[in-house]
């Protein structure tokens, strides 16, 4: 299995509050991805980057920020919570463009916005 | 953007019986990737097939093969002898050669009958 850690797992969290997701690689791929899990809605692309510092927008990328410093982590900062935003965030990693090369997903965190 | 349709939220199999979930893709691109990903309760995403669009061949990995139609953009998953294990969410995923991001269906629940 590819070597991704997200944290935390699980949180619960009052509206308004910063939040912050944490995703760890040791696969040094260079594509890292955030996306929202929604009944109805499949997998959705908050934002990915493809390089330290290199970031861009997905379809659902209002409300949230990125940032990236370093190869093996990418963070996804909710600076306001709303109760929209409860939902299950995966990350994923990819080792490049132009090749069959899937994503590989960390297991979920389970974030609720009371 | 790239759209994929998953037409089917939901389907049911008998054990040990053949079961075919569908996908559309709406692209204008003549060189890209497809993936079949499997997500169990537990939640985790896991990849069970690709297939490059220059290949004419169906890709097949044990019971779960493909059948790939480039110009209809259909790529339909066929899971033969089906075991309870099989029972999970499935989502199709479409990947451009020259781009970065992944786009995926609304998932089939598929359920599998004792």
């Known amino acids: 299995d590819a070597g991704i850690t997200q944290s935390p797992r699980h949180k619960v969290t009052e509206t308004g509050t910063p939040v912050t997701l944490r995703c760890h690689q040791t696969?040094?791929?260079?594509?890292m991805y955030w996306y929202r899990q929604d009944p109805g809605h499949g997998l959705r692309l908050i934002h990915y980057?493809?390089?330290?510092?290199?970031?861009d927008k997905g379809e659902v990328s209002d409300g949230y920020s990125v940032s990236r410093s370093k190869t093996e982590d990418f963070l996804l900062t909710l600076e306001s919570a709303t109760s929209s935003q409860t939902s299950v965030y995966f990350c994923?990693?990819?080792?490049?463009?132009?090749?069959?090369?899937?994503?590989?997903f960390g297991d979920g965190t389970r974030l609720s916005i009371l | 953007a790239q759209t994929v349709t998953q037409s089917q939220p939901e389907m049911s199999v008998q054990e040990a019986e053949t079961v075919t979930l569908s996908c559309t893709y709406d692209?204008?691109?003549?060189?890209?990737?497809l993936f079949w990903y499997k997500q169990p309760p537990s939640r985790q995403m896991i990849l069970v097939i690709r297939?490059?669009?220059?290949?004419?061949q169906n890709a097949t990995e044990n019971r779960f093969s493909v059948n790939f139609q480039k110009a209809a953009k259909s790529f339909s998953l066929k899971i033969s002898d089906s075991q309870l294990g099989d029972a999970a969410m499935y989502f199709c995923?479409?990947?451009?050669?020259?781009?970065?991001?992944?786009?995926f269906g609304t998932g089939t629940s598929l359920t599998v009958i004792p």
């Open positions: 692209t204008s691109e003549s060189d890209y990737y």
């Open positions: 995923a479409y990947r451009s050669n020259t781009g970065n991001q992944f786009y």
């Open positions: 297939q490059e669009a220059y290949k004419q």
């Open positions: 994923a990693i990819s080792a490049g463009t132009g090749s069959n090369q899937p994503q590989h």
């Open positions: 980057s493809y390089g330290v510092k290199d970031t």
């Open positions: 696969e040094n791929h260079r594509y």
